[in-house]
């Protein structure tokens, strides 16, 4: 067995079963790849979804009490059979050829981190969400599929459509559980500080199905922002392209504006929601849905840098009464 594929769920029945369905269907030979599916503590009937499939490759389901990805990744490397492991989202559709993709960038001496392309799925619904997903993490994956050999920065680091070898995981301990966002980055870190080289493995395609409204990206922003201040604090040294790094390049009426915004979030909401709200209903007209996406990015780096403000004054000051 050359690879073993592992898929964490979070109550995602019907979306995880997708996912499968496009895993069950790759070019690689069957008897080459196994798939291990941690269910992370669901409770919509996963599990016994799941044990129902009877597919033609080697399908593992482990369960386990909610831990987050970090944890579930980890279960799932643990209990590979393979030396390679390959992390993959539960709402991800895999192209035919992703795993042998996979398998094929490993065959070259010397151990890499491989990167899969990340594109936004077509049957996404619409949505001013999804067009930031297709303006960001998509356009830096297209980007890299027309530029010809990429290189690959810390900040890129997402452990979706992912592969390494597990001795690896084992060396480095694996996904820090205390972090519920960042998890990928703070691996990705130590590993590549100790040498480990990134390669970007255009062949192996996912498609991300989306299906995130704004309120769900305001409260990714939120939970980044606090894994953030936990990376900052556990790796001091890293100086990373950041929220900070990039208001620190805007004007200083700017920099003011988005300060005070980021006091109190809801008086920004206030202004901003209703532009949200106008560029959904108009999303085909392309002045306004441009216009609602920038208000909805805003939004993102405005909770994003109220969180971390707060959290990292809650950080010091807890830090602080141990001291005295």
């Known amino acids: 067995m050359d690879i073993s594929v592992v898929v964490p769920t979070f109550n995602r029945k019907e979306i995880v079963?997708?996912?499968?369905?496009?895993?069950?269907?790759?070019?690689?030979s069957p008897a080459s790849y196994e798939v291990i599916v941690v269910v992370d503590g669901s409770t919509d009937g996963t599990l016994e979804a799941l044990r129902a499939l009877n597919p033609s490759i080697r399908l593992r389901i482990i369960e386990q009490e909610n831990r987050g990805p970090a944890g579930a990744r980890n279960t799932g490397y643990r209990a590979a059979a393979a030396d390679l492991v390959l992390f993959l989202d539960d709402d991800m559709l895999c192209d035919p050829g992703l795993v042998a993709a996979h398998i094929a960038a490993h065959k070259p001496s010397g151990p890499i981190v491989a990167f899969g392309a990340?594109?936004?799925?077509?049957d996404s619904p619409p949505s001013l969400a999804a067009e930031c997903f297709k303006r960001e993490i998509g356009a830096l994956h297209?980007?890299?599929?027309?530029?010809?050999?990429?290189?690959?920065k810390l900040t890129d680091c997402v452990f979706s459509n992912t592969s390494l070898p597990s001795r690896?995981?084992?060396?480095?301990?694996?996904?820090?559980?205390?972090f519920r966002m960042r998890e990928d980055l703070e691996l990705g870190f130590r590993l590549f500080s100790a040498g480990v080289r990134p390669q970007y493995i255009k062949e192996a395609?996912?498609?991300?199905?989306?299906?995130?409204?704004?309120?769900?990206?305001?409260?990714d922003a939120?939970?980044?922002a606090v894994g953030d201040v936990m990376f900052a604090c556990k790796h001091p040294e890293a100086s990373l392209w950041g929220q900070l790094n990039w208001l620190a390049e805007q004007p200083s009426w700017k920099r003011t504006l988005r300060c005070l915004a980021a006091i109190w979030p809801p008086a920004a909401d206030f202004v901003l929601v209703p532009v949200c709200s106008l560029g959904e209903t108009f999303f085909r007209i392309p002045v306004f849905r441009g216009i609602g996406i920038r208000a909805l990015q805003m939004r993102r780096r405005i909770h994003w840098q109220h969180t971390f403000t707060k959290y990292d004054r809650h950080l010091r000051e807890s830090e602080s009464e141990k001291t005295v």
């Open 17 to 28: 079963k997708r996912t499968l369905e496009t895993l069950f269907a790759q070019d690689a």
């Open 118 to 122: 990340i594109f936004l799925s077509p």
């Open 142 to 152: 297209m980007k890299n599929e027309l530029g010809g050999e990429a290189t690959w």
């Open 168 to 178: 690896l995981l084992e060396e480095f301990g694996g996904f820090d559980e205390t």
């Open 205 to 219: 395609i996912a498609y991300q199905s989306y299906n995130k409204t704004d309120a769900d990206l305001i409260r």
């Open 222 to 224: 939120e939970a980044f």
